[in-house]
Structure formats: C-alpha cells, structure tokens
T-cell receptor
Framework: QKEVEQDPGPLSVPEGAIVSLNCTYS??????FMWYRQYSRKGPELLMY????GNKEDGRFTAQVDKSSKYISLFIRDSQPSDSATYLC????????????FGAGTRLAVHP | GAGVSQSPSNKVTEKGKDVELRCDPI?????LYWYRQRLGQGLEFLIY????????KSGLPSDRFSAERTGESVSTLTIQRTQQEDSAVYLC??????????????FGPGTRLTVT
C-alpha cells in the first residue's frame, strides 16, 4: 500500500465549476501537507501549505485537512482554463529534513 | 532572480550507456533534492544534500545511481549502465534550509531521460 493515495483522473470540468481534489494517507506521522501544481513539461510549484487540521484559504483555493480521517482536499472555486494542470499532494513528517512524499497527481482540464 | 536550472532538458541514450544530469540550485539554498517522476506517477524521492553532504541516499534505486554536490552549488546525478526502466523525468529542487519552517522546495523544469 502506498503511503499517499491520489486518484490520477483525468478530471474534466467546465469553466466556472468548483473542483475538488483529494488525497488519503496511511501514516499518521505526517504533519505538514502541501499541494503542488505542475504544468505540462514544467517542475511543480507550491500552491498551498497547511500544518494543522482545518481549512486554509488563498484566493480561489481552499486546502482542507482532516487528520482523524487521514484525508486532505484542495478546492478550486470559479475554475479557469489556466487552472488546467496536474495537482500533486505532498506530505512530510515533523523534524529532520524536508523529505516530501507525493501522491500520483490528478490531471485537471478546465474547458471554456 | 534565477530559479533552479537543470541540464540537459532532454536526453536520449542507449541502454547500457552512462548519463550525467546537472542541477544548478537557487543561489544561497543549502538544501538540494533529487526526485524521479515516471510517466503518470508522482514524484519519487531519490536523495537530498545539505551543503555537499548527503545524509539520506535511501531513495536511490540501485548502486547504478550516484550523486554529488560541489559545496552549496551544482549537483550531478549519474546513472551508470542505463536501463529502460530508468526512463523518467528527473527533477531537482532546492530550499533555504532543512528546518521545518523552510518547507518550500523550488523545483527545476526537469531532465527528461529516455533510454532506448
């Protein structure tokens, strides 16, 4: 069993839709949770970072963490064609170094 | 300022040949990471450097893989006797320090390796 599970999609939505992306994990030691966005043939870029359970909002993006269920989500409101990319969740344990464990990534296409 | 750069951007090699991939981190970033991304999959951690030492090499798939770093600068990932399963995008990332507060890793565009 992988430590982090993420549905690879693809997910296709119309412009303006609300998008929900999710990851589950098995290791309760994970304390830091991140969402990266990766455009085709580019390196990933950090989108959202959360530490504790609950919600964190940044513009059209909301990251949600439920540690009791070992489940994290990223919501995108009013999705735009420019949001079309692969979204990767990543996690790390406290202390030590910043070794990130990534999900497989969900490919999202927002069509006009 | 300049981001993380990697070269070459694409590399096609024959099975059994050695390849060397290069990463130039952001200036001043002491931590450097290598990841591998196979087609349709997430990133797989390979190795990280703090300065020029590599405290964790646990992600290197086999002894055909090695990496080194010059001070807090350039790093090279070498794959000897390449196999077809080595075909992937190899991504390099750097960050300021290894502390938990320096969580953001800045990624380069990757080197797409194809072994024929």
């Amino acid at each position: 069993q992988k430590e982090v599970e993420q549905d690879p999609g693809p997910l296709s939505v119309p412009e303006g839709a609300i998008v929900s992306l999710n990851c589950t994990y098995s290791n309760s030691a994970f304390q830091y949770f991140m969402w990266y966005r990766q455009y085709s043939r580019k390196g990933p870029e950090l989108l959202m970072y959360t530490y504790s359970s609950g919600n964190k909002e940044d513009g059209r993006f909301t990251a949600q963490v439920d540690k009791s269920s070992k489940y994290i989500s990223l919501f995108i409101r009013d999705s735009q064609p420019s949001d079309s990319a692969t979204y990767l969740c990543a996690m790390k344990k406290p202390g030590g170094y910043n070794k990130l464990i990534f999900g497989a990534g969900t490919r999202l296409a927002v069509h006009p | 300022g300049a981001g993380v750069s990697q070269s070459p951007s694409n590399k096609v090699t024959e099975k059994g040949k050695d390849v060397e991939l290069r990463c130039d981190p952001i200036s001043g970033h002491t931590a450097l990471y290598w990841y591998r991304q196979r087609l349709g999959q997430g990133l797989e951690f390979l190795i990280y450097f703090q300065g020029n030492s590599a405290p964790d090499k646990s992600g290197l798939p086999s002894d055909r893989f090695s990496a080194e770093r010059t001070g807090e600068s350039v790093s090279t990932l070498t794959i000897q006797r390449t196999q077809q399963e080595d075909s992937a995008v190899y991504l390099c990332a750097s960050s300021l320090t290894l502390t938990a507060s320096s969580y953001e890793q800045y990624f380069g565009p990757g080197t797409r390796l194809t072994v024929t």
